[in-house]
């Protein structure tokens, strides 16, 4: 392989490993705020019928 082969393949990687970290960063943030919102439900829900 060449120079230029290994450093394209290096950057490749990293690319791809910052993708799927993205990707699990924001899946993790969409589950935290709907389970958040899910409790301010509930909790409202309860306040109102009381």
């Given amino acids: 392989m060449s120079k ?3 450093l ?3 950057i490749g990687v ?3 490993v910052a ?3 993205a990707a699990i960063t924001a899946f993790l ?3 935290e ?5 899910e ?6 829900l ?3 019928i009381q």
């Fill in 4 to 6: 230029n082969g290994k």
């Fill in 8 to 10: 394209g393949l290096i």
């Fill in 14 to 16: 990293i690319s791809a």
């Fill in 19 to 21: 993708a799927v970290t």
């Fill in 29 to 31: 943030i969409v589950r």
């Fill in 33 to 37: 705020k709907k389970k958040r919102d």
């Fill in 39 to 44: 409790e301010e439900l509930d909790r409202y």
């Fill in 46 to 48: 309860d306040c109102s």
